[in-house]
């Protein structure tokens, strides 16, 4: 699924392919690693392991920037897609039968905020299957808006007829499309 994910990077000179840079990431990141330089150290730290699994050839471990251009030159839609579509599968793999409740709910990514830009904070939605932990999709949050009209199009993107869905109170509203924060008179 991550080969699918298109590649920035001009065709020359490619050392790197982009399926095993993000897979080492995603690695090094569940292993703990929050840095572009614990990418590289988790890298070299596996190099001969990962080579021998993956058949790969490399001789060390690509440069903390060049981790960096590569993943913030990155589609987004892409990752998720194929994010959602791994999910998809361990979810259909692992799913038990009358399935289990979906649950909704957004964060704030902390230490996303870009104060340079005059960018506010990330907020995601998430999508989480009780039945088996697994997160099965993100949306961002527009910045100027908030989580009501996200989750109505996350709900019609994903199809989710058939499903218990629970979300926080916020959703509650007699105008869903309202804003939480300015609610409309009664």
Known sequence: LLEEVPDHRRAEGKVYQLAYVLLFSILAVVSGGNS??????????HRPRLNEVFGLTWRRAPAHTAIRYILQGLDSDAVETAFR????LLQAAHTK???????IDGKTLRGSFDAFRDRAAAHLLGMFATDTALVLAHSEVEEKSN????????????GLAGHLVTLDA???QRKPSSSPHRPEPT
Do not use: D, N, W
């Open 36 to 45: 572009y330089r614990s990418i590289v150290t988790f890298i070299e730290m």
């Open 85 to 88: 579509g791994h999910a998809k």
């Open 97 to 103: 039968p009358g399935g289990g409740s979906l649950a």
């Open 147 to 158: 989580e009501i009209p996200a989750a109505q199009a996350l709900l019609a993107e994903l």
């Open 170 to 172: 916020l959703h509650c």
